[in-house]
């Protein structure tokens, strides 16, 4: 019965939520192993959970070095997985309702400074095809604040280039994104003279592919991604999200309202893209404790 119902929950998040499949990975695994947990401890199933069980389950994830931020994302897993199970008729309570898996340290995203986005955006050298294709997939990248599950997801048919934007779509909406005039002129460097002898079918879809005319993996832009880093010698840990947060910091900071931001990010709660002014007036507060002569 437990597989059953963790299967189910599965395909409501994909079917009915249209949660993305990182999020619905991270539910499902953490459900899973707060059964196995269940079951080697208490010998009972997910549908007999009691709150001092899920309590129990934390204290064992924290003894056995599990982050805070782990837990409190195991604490919405199981809280949706219960939810879900009420609303079914299964269960009649949520044992993770009223949990918290206490006060977390607030960690901002890193952002890299108009200057060192400059740095990191030069480093392709557009002398041979890899390098033409690289530049184009970080100015876009940076020009658009799209997920890289998004980057790489994006065909042919998503970019107009004459009209100077993109479509993006994700968990079933549809968003239209502008692009800068360097980043156009990227993509229609890459389209025009280098995409024709990379794709390996005439059939292929995919606006970027990898050096074996495929669809470009997240695994092989991680790789990409830290090749320039390095290349670069930018000391920020800088990862494939690291573009679209600077995207949006860079646009708060020079004027853009939030309600713009949000719906180029795609984000569907405003709450979410509210973090960036947190970072915004972080950073002013660290330039007038610096700067001011009696900070």
């Known amino acids: 019965m437990t597989s059953g119902d963790i299967a189910r929950f599965g395909a409501y998040l994909t079917e009915e939520k249209h949660s993305s499949q990182n999020t619905i990975a991270s539910y499902l695994r953490d459900v899973t192993q707060f059964a196995e947990f269940l079951q080697e401890r208490d010998g009972c199933m997910l549908r007999q959970a009691t709150r001092e069980m899920v309590q129990d389950y934390m204290n064992f994830a924290q003894s056995h070095g599990k982050s805070a931020a782990s837990i409190t994302r195991f604490l919405a897993s199981v809280k949706a997985f219960y939810n879900f199970l ?51 997939m970080l100015e876009l990248l940076y020009a658009t604040g799209i997920r890289v599950s998004e980057l790489i997801s994006l065909d042919m048919d998503d970019v107009n280039l004459a009209a ?27 389209i025009r003279n280098v995409r024709p002898s990379l794709i ?33 010698g930018i000391q920020k840990d800088i990862t494939p999200h690291t573009l679209r947060h600077s995207f949006a910091v860079h646009l708060l900071e020079n004027g853009a309202d939030l309600r713009s931001i949000q719906e180029m990010l795609g984000h569907a709660d405003i709450s979410s893209t509210q973090i960036y002014t947190h970072v915004v007036k972080r950073q002013l507060k660290d330039v007038y404790r610096k700067a001011h002569p009696r900070a």
């Not at 009420?86 to 269960?91: D, L, N, Q, Y």
């Not at 005439?202 to 990409?224: H, P, Y």
Request: positive net charge; glycine residues 8%; hydrophobic residues 35%.
């Open 200 to 232: 390996a079918s005439s059939d292929e879809t995919a606006l970027f592919v990898n050096m074996n005319g495929e669809r470009m993996s997240r695994q092989g832009f991680w790789k990409i991604i830290k090749f320039y880093q390095e290349k670069a």
């Open 164 to 190: 100077g934007f993109i479509r993006c779509e994700s968990k079933g909406k549809e968003r239209i994104i502008p692009l800068y005039h360097a980043a156009i002129k990227a993509l229609q460097d890459y």
């Open 86 to 136: 009420i609303s079914g008729g299964v269960v009649q309570e949520n044992p993770a309702k009223g949990l918290s898996a206490g006060k977390l340290e607030r960690k901002y995203p890193e952002i890299l400074t108009s200057r060192e986005v400059e740095l990191f955006l030069e480093q392709p050298q557009c002398v041979d095809d890899k390098g033409f294709r690289d530049r184009a």
